[in-house]
C-alpha cells in the first residue's frame, strides 16, 4: 500500500451507485448454507484499480442493466473458515497462500434487470460446482 497509494481498498457503492449488493456469504442463502462473516456487512471492497474497471465496464454497458455483487473481499478469517469445511484447493483458496478475494483483486457478479430487479439467467447459480461436487455436513 506505501508502494502505490491508488491501490488502496475502496467500497464498490461510493463508485457503482446502482449496484445492488447480495452478499451471500454473509447471510446463509450459499452453498455451505452457513452465514460465513461475523458482524453485519452492508458494503463490499475492492482495490480501487478493479473498482474503476467494474465501473467503466458499467458505464458502457447497457443502461437496462447493473451489476448485482455477490461479494469481492473476502477476509482471512472467512477463508479460515470455508477451509475447515472443504479442505479443497480445488475449490477453496488455502489460506497459508491466501487468494485473490484475500486481497481484493476479484469479484463475483451477475447481471440484473433494472425494471424487475431480478438476475439474468446467466446458465448455472453461484458456486453450482461445490453443490455437484461436495457434500457439505
Known amino acids: 500500500m506505501k508502494a502505490n497509494p491508488e491501490n488502496k481498498l475502496s467500497g464498490i457503492k461510493s463508485h457503482l ?3 445492488a449488493l447480495d452478499l451471500r456469504y454473509a447471510d446463509t442463502n450459499n452453498f455451505v448454507g452457513r452465514k460465513m462473516y461475523r458482524g453485519e456487512i ?6 480501487k484499480p478493479a473498482v474503476l474497471a467494474l465501473q467503466k465496464v458499467q458505464e458502457v454497458g447497457p443502461t437496462e442493466f447493473r451489476f448485482e455483487n455477490l461479494g469481492c473481499l473476502s477476509p482471512l478469517l472467512g477463508n479460515q473458515r470455508f477451509w475447515e469445511l472443504i479442505k479443497d484447493d480445488r475449490y477453496v483458496a488455502n489460506p497459508a497462500r ?3 478475494h484475500n486481497r481484493g483483486t476479484a469479484v ?3 447481471i440484473i ?3 424487475t430487479r431480478k438476475e439474468l439467467n446467466m446458465g448455472k447459480i453461484l458456486n453450482a460446482l461445490f453443490l455437484s461436487k461436495l457434500r457439505i455436513e
Not at 452492508?42 to 482495490?47: C, F, G, K, V
Open 108 to 110: 463475483d457478479l451477475t
Open 113 to 115: 434487470d433494472l425494471k
Open 42 to 47: 452492508r458494503e463490499t471492497y475492492l482495490r
Open 98 to 100: 491466501g487468494s485473490y
Open 17 to 19: 451507485s446502482e449496484v
